[in-house]
Structures are given as structure tokens and as C-alpha cells.
């Protein structure tokens, strides 16, 4: 008697099989930059600018010279949100029947619901990351940071800079105004490509000075101290393959949201009504520069 097996398929133990998530590269932006809250559609940026006039101090002056002037710049934001519905009902016939649902056929519980949860977080911060950077008016309902760092935008612009070589960074450093050049919160912003043959850079240059344990990963992005000066290097994901690097003090970057724990309070729930599993994220993002004159851009 021989076994007649060809109506059965190779066997696959799926439900002992390791469930691996996947992680994206969120990118932090908003972590260098100052975060304005509580706004719901638009609210400026209130500026405020001295020009103090010295002069010769003999006699009595007393004749007024100088100006204190107040402007503005708006920070427009932008509603954002993710729905979706999860029938659980469609896992019964796969082994996620098995694996991720409790018994009985009501399957208002699901087991990778933490899981899920932290993917939506993760998935949302890498999408504002990009909006940061990439909004644009004509599309969204503000400009992001390309934009508003781009020909024409009031920003010192050094078109030379097409690449993250030591060179071209230090024409960026160069070109720095005198007014911010002490500042402590000095950042240049590039893509990880960039920044990663930014690290190659200097590493081919047999710099004694390198080391590589000064890259940290913070909250999604690479991080590093130039060497010798004030200023830290960033590669951010919400860049993706951009050619831009941008130099600021990045306090002056202002990010305005209604409430920055949006992105973690969302909800998740069980409908009774459509018997499925529903999340929705809700959130408001917008991003403005406070005084574009003191930001180096490569305009590339």
C-alpha cells in the first residue's frame, strides 16, 4: 500500500511562525525645532525687532533714532486623520484565527491590537515628518519646509552646495549672518542619504577627530556635532531623497499643532453596529520659519 498525498499542500506551521512587525523610520523633526500648541486653523508669529541707532555722544542728544518694529508671520495648520474598520471575522479561516482571536465567534478582542496601535503611531509620525518638509499650498493647505526655504523665499541661498561634501558644508557654515552665528541651536538638515555620505566624508578624510560613537539615532533621525563648530548636523527622514540641506537656528522653526499627544491618544475601538475593529487619528500640523533672512538653504 502506498500513501496518496497529492491533494494535500506541504505543510506550513503558520501559527508558529514569528509575528515581525514593520518599523518604519519615523524622522523627528519637530524635536530640534520650538512646537507652538493650541492652534486650530491659524495664529501668527508674533516678531518683535529693535534697530538701535548709537550716536555721537557729546552734547545733548535730542534728537530720537532707532526703531523698534513688530511683525508678523502666519502659522497655518493643517487637519490631518487616519480611519480605518477591521473586520476580524475575515482571520477565522487563516491561522490568525487561531493566534490572534479568543475564542468564541463575537471577536470583539484582538491580540495584536497593541501591535497594530504602535504601527498606526509609527506609520502617522513618519507621514508628519514628510508633510513638514514637503506640504505644499497648492496641495495641502500650508507650505512645508522646502518651500518655504526655496528661491524667493528670503532665505541666504548658496546654489554651490549641491552636495554633503566637507566643502560645500562649510560654504553653508560661512554663509551663516553674523547676527545668529553664536547661536547654540545652529542645524543643518538633510536627507539620511546625505547624511550618511556626509559620515563617509568625513571618514575618507582620515579626520582623527571622527567618532563614530558621536552619531546618534534620536527619536528617528542621525545626529551629529560638526567638528569645530557650533553647528549639528541632522538627517532626517521627512527629506526622503531630497537634495536640500537647510541650515537654521532651529528654535526659530516653529511647528504649530492643537495638541502634540494627538498622535498617541487616538482611538481604537470595537463598533458593535458594523462588527469590526475601528482606529481613527486625528491631528492638526503646520510649520513656519520666524525669520527666513537667518536660514542658509542649498536650494537644490
Keep these: 500500500m502506498s500513501l496518496n498525498v497529492a491533494a494535500l499542500a506541504d505543510f506550513n506551521n503558520q501559527t508558529a511562525g514569528r509575528m515581525i512587525p514593520k518599523i518604519v523610520y519615523t524622522g523627528n523633526t519637530a524635536e530640534y525645532t520650538s512646537v507652538q500648541e493650541g492652534i486650530k486653523y491659524l495664529e501668527p508669529l508674533n516678531l518683535f525687532e529693535v534697530d538701535l ?28 486623520q487616519s480611519f480605518d474598520s477591521l473586520c476580524l471575522k475575515d482571520l477565522d479561516t487563516k491561522y490568525l484565527g487561531i493566534t490572534s482571536l479568543d475564542a468564541g465567534s463575537y471577536n470583539t478582542t484582538w491580540k495584536l491590537a497593541e501591535t497594530y496601535s504602535e504601527l498606526i503611531v509609527n506609520q502617522m509620525k513618519k507621514k508628519n515628518d514628510s508633510f513638514l518638509w514637503n506640504a505644499t499650498s497648492s496641495i495641502d493647505c500650508a507650505d512645508g519646509l ?11 541661498e548658496v546654489a554651490a552646495a549641491t552636495t554633503p561634501s566637507l566643502a560645500n558644508i562649510d560654504l553653508m557654515i560661512n554663509a551663516i549672518p553674523n547676527d545668529v552665528a553664536d547661536r547654540d541651536d545652529l542645524t543643518l538638515f538633510m536627507s539620511i542619504p546625505y547624511f550618511r555620505q556626509y559620515v563617509a566624508n568625513l ?18 533621525v542621525l545626529d551629529m556635532v560638526y567638528p569645530f563648530q557650533n553647528v549639528r548636523v541632522v538627517g532626517t527622514a521627512g527629506l526622503g531623497a531630497s537634495t536640500r540641506m537647510v541650515l537654521a537656528p532651529a528654535k526659530q522653526v516653529v511647528v504649530g499643532t492643537d495638541l502634540v499627544s494627538d498622535v498617541d ?16 487619528l486625528s491631528m492638526k500640523l503646520g510649520v ?8 542658509v538653504s542649498n536650494i537644490a
Design 265 to 280: 491618544n487616538f482611538a481604537l475601538w470595537y463598533d458593535i453596529n458594523t462588527d469590526s475593529l475601528r482606529h481613527r
Design 146 to 156: 522646502l518651500t518655504l526655504t526655496a528661491t524667493g523665499s528670503g532665505v541666504v
Design 288 to 295: 513656519q520659519i520666524a525669520y527666513p533672512e537667518f536660514v
Design 53 to 80: 541707532y548709537v550716536q555721537e555722544g557729546y552734547g545733548c542728544a535730542t534728537t530720537p533714532s532707532g526703531s523698534a518694529t513688530f511683525t508678523q508671520r502666519n502659522l497655518q495648520v493643517c487637519g490631518r
Design 203 to 220: 571618514r575618507s578624510a582620515n579626520n582623527y577627530y571622527f567618532d563614530p560613537n558621536a552619531i546618534a539615532n534620536r527619536g528617528g
